[in-house]
């Protein structure tokens, strides 16, 4: 049995709607959090333009390109969907395979629930199967595709996207199985943007997800792929993350140890490798009353698997060219948490990177590689911040807040939902926002997904300034 087929047989049968009350609960708190990254994302414009090329896209009316109040093709709302939910990086992540769960199988989920007129329970077992395969392929090998320069998110999402089209269509295990084999064949999405701070990444699950889709079609279709596809001597695992991965390590415990319930809900919008760093800075800061004008030089322990991404080459990270440079500069978004006591989603404005104090505390930000067990997105966080009369003050934490160890809380994940879904200056905003979060908590209740997503529709849209 290949892993393609465990996971095709697994996710088609009961266990998905089957799944334990915690399992459910997190697939929906998961959904939540993604929407509000979505609408958030819609009514500043910066997904813009995959919104426009799936507007453009046309097609059957089979589901909502959020944020337009029109309607398209699944393929064509998926691409939007998945960047819109990535736009702004405040997504989350699981850490063991270093993926962006939600933004690869919301999309598929939202899209193709739309199309087949699936009933909110449907739509739920259909994630949570999304949800254990993006976070199993990933997992199995750590850090694997992100040393080979790709972007595992959609490497990897393209199958979850896959998998929750199959169920959804109710295709059968051969059916699904041959999507997968399909679906391997679009893997990819390049880390280049890291060398330029373009903003191809924000694309990829958007792309994954619209991929995804056209392999369960094409296999529904009659098309066929190579069951192999992810453990094979061509497969993902080989040729994506140069490791030969046995198909145990993806579908070992499946059914029983439940992954969904080990996403990162992410409480900053930034690249979740330097997370850790930013709670231990905020944790010096509480324990000591400390001004940034004091700190002359800050020293931060880094994961070798995070250093590559967030912290080199050094002399760019301080000056980030652009805002999604500035999300994955671990040295500028220190400083702004230095200088700010935050860092929020204006951290990142254009305006915020020309602040010259912001660069100057940067440069003074010195990262030490240090080895720590485990993945780099579960690892310790250690700074210490050097003042000038000769004090050295010390942050630490175990690992970053929002993950399974340490969990975002109701209260905090509903707080970060409303800041994301409603326009403050807008009551009725806030009521839908309040409306769409009800729905999405008892998303088996409802009978279909129609609600749900003409809420996020209508949240989604520009503001007229943004329009403009």
Known sequence: MTAARVLAEWALGPAPADAPGDVREAACRHLLDGLGTAVAAGRTSMAAPAVTVARGLGGPAEATVLGTGERGSAVAAALAAGTLVHALDFDDTHAGGLVHATAVVLPAALAVGEQAGASGAEVLAAVIAGYETVCRVAAAAPHGFHARGLHATMSCGVMSAAIVTARLLRLGPEKAVDALGIAGSQAGGLLEFLATGASTKQLHPGLASASGILAARLAAAGASGPDSVLEGPQGLYAALAGRTVAAEAVTAGL???????????????????????LDAATEALRRHDVRAAEVIEVIADVHPDSAGIVCEPAERKT??????????????????????????????????????????????????????????????????LRLADGHVIEGRVPRSVGGPDRPLGDL??????????????????????????????GLAAEPDLSTIVALADRLARPAPEEQK
């Open 255 to 277: 059914g029983e140890t439940w992954e969904t319930t080990r996403i990162t809900v992410k409480p900053y919008p930034a690249c979740q490798l330097m997370h850790v760093t």
């Open 412 to 441: 905090d994940l509903d707080a970060k939902f409303t800041a994301n879904a409603a326009d403050a200056s807008s009551p009725e905003s806030g009521e839908k926002a309040a409306e769409l979060a009800r729905r999405v908590r």
């Open 319 to 384: 000056r980030p060219r652009t805002p999604y440079d500035a999300k994955f500069s671990l040295p500028w978004t220190v400083a702004a948490l230095l200088l700010d006591g935050e860092v929020t989603l204006a951290t990142y404005s254009p305006e915020s990177l020309r602040r010259p104090e912001v660069a100057d505390l940067a440069a003074r930000v010195r990262t030490v590689v240090t080895p720590a067990e485990g993945v780099a997105a579960d690892a310790p966080g250690r700074v210490r």
